[in-house]
């Protein structure tokens, strides 16, 4: 009885008792949510076009946000140093597809994605050996991002809401939108959308492969550039930015592997959820660190009940 | 030349389904038992034994058990460390409560902890295929390292939170914590990974391995000739998670000496798998063949330097060792994306007809 009431009663008195809290947890939530999104985004972008699993998503954020420090750090102006940071990302797709992919292609699934993680191998022991592995501090002021914080009073509270964050989430919101756009209205973005339809056809009507893996690997460096600038904001660049890549898997998991509206709505879930769970249930019953594996095990209940994910392709087997 | 074939003929259909149908193989096998038995403990020194033999030995096992499930059974697993862990925390609480009990049937029994364990996280593998499996397992991965974290009891109430091999002694002689000599450790574990390599290759070359094979073809396939795929599932995740825990108890008891949680990281997860895929998955040989990559070649980039007589600080060392392995993971999927294990095969094949090109 004790523990069921600590279970199902007493975190939601403890809720209703301290809305503002409550508030200001879920919207810590909500930002770390908007990053595993993020991620995922560009998890999904890449497997849609080429079924590759691409592990090394997480890395390439870390690798974009310590390019894009290490560059300011050799005294070159923020905004040309973003400019040469996608440069580099450029440099990096070329060379993954040149080097990795092209000879791999047609290969199993499991192949592609263990290159991935040497991929990912290479940039950390690079990535290391150019910036050294020592927590950098984020160009945040010299990008023109804001750093105070918006205070709100709802119920006699206090909701603290750092404008960096909300930057963050306008930021998200805006890539988001672009992306989208760029995916529903341009010739690039069709002729994307095309391969992973059915990359066959795509082919056969002269959509060049080799283009548009170099373009969805741009692009995901691009979308790792803006979560390394979020992230790296809150806590610094440095390698263990990497944990936050495993994050975006269970999100992957929730929102289905293919579906860019379910990398949206799983990353907020598990950011929200995860948050509550670990303040509401986790402390006080179960000792804390709940954080690492919540996700995954939410993700794994949900696709018990739904094997593709919330919003994957339904899975269709033939003998 | 040595290795020609004619003049070995087969009257039974047994004798060519026979475990070395062509006689070089087992006088080849002989020659490497003869090194691993005899030669390498005469010959290695406390450093051969610490950083490459048992480690190697260790690496092999561990990969074998994934192996059978991701190599012949098709399930994808990423959470091997964790199942590594279940093994080494189950032999340390059995060898804490009864002291008495003999360290070998310990590291055996502490495989069935693990075995069941792997069971529990193997039933979505029903449900859930594929990627979703591989991240499903995942859940595995950092639930269970969670627990060795925040579960006292596991490491006794430890300040430290991790757990200390205590002396052990077997007929006499200590085998295992501080006191215990790299020999003998090593004969205990070659003797262990020596039946357990026996056991599995005649495992995965019977009805049940043909079964696991039939699964991982395709598995609705599988289903409709009677397999039965929850039997077939199942004992691929007990059987690897079993092997794989017995390498975990290994792992800690016969070579590291201690543990905390974070040793079985995702990273050793992935460590194990690039020995299965680079070794050659549905492959016995190439577990050791990728192990023995695996573990040389850090050994191997930390001395080159040195030996050149170039000084390079340890971290860069370190730092190009991550770079190098990244490197090579990829470069040996390129060769030969069916891993060590077939370019072996390939070379062989070659060799039988040598110099003949055809």
């Not at chain 1, 894009?68 to 905004?79: E, K, N, Q, R």
């Not at chain 1, 290479?122 to 050996?129: A, C, M, P, V, W």
């Not at chain 1, 950098?136 to 023109?144: D, F, P, Q, S």
Request: contains cysteine; glycine residues 10%; charged residues 10%.
């Amino acid at each position: 009885m004790e523990l069921l009431y600590k279970i199902f009663i007493a975190p939601f008195q403890d809720m209703a008792a301290a809305p503002d809290f409550l508030m200001q947890v879920l919207w810590e939530g909500l930002v770390s949510g908007v990053l595993y999104a993020l991620i995922a985004l560009g998890f999904v972008l890449i497997f849609r076009s080429s079924r590759i699993f691409n592990f090394a998503q997480g890395i390439m954020v870390v690798f974009a946000a310590l390019t894009l420090v290490g560059f300011h750090a050799m005294g070159i102006p923020a905004y040309v140093s973003v400019a040469l940071t996608l440069v580099v990302m450029f440099g990096l797709a070329v060379g993954i597809e040149r080097v990795v992919l092209r000879p791999l292609v047609g290969q199993p699934d499991i192949i592609l994605f263990m290159a991935t993680i040497g991929i990912t191998l290479f940039l950390i022991g690079s990535g290391e050996l150019i910036f050294g592995g020592e927590n950098k501090r984020m160009i945040t002021e010299e990008l023109g991002i804001p750093t105070g914080a918006f205070e709100f009073n709802p119920f006699d509270g206090l909701l603290l809401l750092e404008q960096k964050d909300v930057t963050a989430v306008i930021g998200a919101v805006a890539l988001v939108i672009g992306l989208l756009l760029f995916l529903n209205k341009t010739r690039m973005g069709r002729a994307i959308r095309a391969l992973g339809d059915d990359s066959q056809a795509a082919l056969s009507v002269g959509i060049s492969q080799r283009t548009v893996w170099v373009m969805v690997w741009f692009i995901a460096g691009v979308i790792a550039l803006v979560t390394g600038i979020v992230w790296g904001a809150r806590a610094g660049v440095s390698f263990a930015l990497e944990v936050i890549a495993y994050k975006a898997l269970p999100v992957l998991m929730l929102g289905g592997l293919e579906s860019i509206t379910g990398a949206i709505v799983g990353g907020l879930m598990i950011g929200m959820m995860e948050k509550l769970f670990e303040i509401y249930w986790g402390q006080p019953l179960l000792g804390g660190g709940t954080e690492s594996w919540f996700a995954f095990v939410l993700a794994l209940l949900v696709l018990l009940f739904r094997p593709q994910g919330l919003f994957g392709e339904k899975i269709i087997e033939r003998v | 030349m040595l290795y020609r074939t004619s003049g070995q003929f087969k009257t039974t259909y047994k004798a060519d389904q026979a475990l070395f149908p062509v006689r070089q193989d087992a006088i080849l096998l002989g020659f490497i038992l003869i090194l691993a038995w005899a030669v390498f403990p005469l010959m290695a020194s406390e450093f051969t034994f610490q950083a490459l033999l048992i480690p190697v030995l260790v690496y092999a096992l561990a990969a074998m058990g994934l192996n059978i499930l991701t190599g012949y059974a098709g399930q994808l697993s990423l959470g091997t460390a964790a199942f590594m862990g279940v093994g080494a925390y189950a032999c340390y609480k059995l060898i804490t409560i009864f002291p008495g009990m003999n360290i070998v049937v310990a590291i055996l029994l502490s495989g069935v902890f693990s075995a069941g364990v792997g069971v529990l996280f193997g039933l979505p593998s029903l449900r859930i295929k594929g990627f979703y499996l591989a991240i499903a397992t995942l859940a595995a991965q950092f639930f269970l390292v969670w627990t060795f974290e925040e579960w006292a009891w596991l490491y006794n109430y430890n300040a430290s939170g991790a757990i200390q091999v205590p002396n052990v002694e077997m007929f006499g002689t200590m085998v295992a914590g501080p006191l215990a000599t790299s020999t003998t450790q090593y004969y205990l574990v070659l003797a262990i990974v020596t039946v357990m390599t026996i056991v599995c290759i005649n495992l995965t070359r019977g009805t049940q391995g043909r079964t696991w094979k039939a699964t991982r073809d395709m598995d609705i396939a599988a289903e409709l000739i009677g397999i039965n795929l929850l039997k077939s599932k199942l004992t691929a995740f007990a059987v690897s998670s079993y092997i794989v825990g017995v390498a975990g108890a290994l792992f800690v008891f016969m070579w590291r000496g201690a543990a905390e949680p974070n040793l079985f990281s995702i990273s050793l997860s992935f460590r194990i798998l690039f020995i299965a895929i680079i070794g050659g998955l549905g492959s016995i040989l190439g577990n050791y063949l990728g192990a023995i990559l695996i573990v040389a070649l850090p050994v191997v980039l930390n001395t080159l330097p040195h030996t050149l007589g170039i000084e390079i600080s340890s971290a860069t060392v370190e730092h190009l060792n991550i770079m190098i392995v990244g490197a090579l993971i990829v470069f040996f999927l390129i060769i030969e994306p069916h891993g060590l294990a077939r370019l072996w095969a390939l070379i062989r094949e070659k060799l039988i007809i040598w110099p003949f090109p055809h």
